[in-house]
Nanobody
Framework: VQLVESGGGLVQPGGSLRLSCVAS????????IGWFRQAPGKEREPVAC????????YYTDSVKGRFTVSRDSAAQTSYLQMNGLKPEDTAVYYC???????????????????????WGQGTRVTVSS
């Protein structure tokens, strides 16, 4: 199983980036996809989650209204569109996968990383002028 993130980089405050997470070696439609980030010197924190099946989305409060998570089953890819970026969004961003089988639906706490078994290597986002 591989999850490969891309799309990070340096962007000015107020700018936008779109991160991608390409999954291989797993049945994409049987997995919830979560996005997490780790800022320098801080613990990893949740960002967003999108379920399989109905594509329900969940966001941590600090990104609501600015970030949008989506998924494309045919491409086995999840996307994190980030608008209105702030310096405090600077972090390494990770995608992760939670297996649900064909039933689908979110884990008990969709933004709790303990439910996610497969992880990508991360992509760095730096927001700075």
């Amino acid at each position: 199983v591989q999850l490969v993130e891309s799309g990070g980089g340096l962007v000015q405050p107020g700018g936008s980036l779109r991160l991608s997470c390409v999954a291989s070696g797993l049945t994409f439609d049987y997995h919830v996809i979560g996005w997490f980030r780790q800022a320098p010197g801080k613990e990893r924190e949740p960002v967003a989650c999108i379920t399989n099946g109905e594509s329900q989305t969940y966001y941590t409060d600090s990104v609501k209204g600015r970030f949008t998570v989506s998924r494309d089953s045919a491409a086995q890819t999840s996307y994190l569109q980030m608008n209105g970026l702030k310096p405090e969004d600077t972090a390494v961003y990770y995608c992760a996968a939670h297996y649900t089988g064909s039933v689908g639906g979110p884990p008990r706490d969709p933004l709790d990383e303990i439910y996610y078994y497969y992880w990508g290597q991360g992509t760095r986002v730096t927001v700075s002028s």
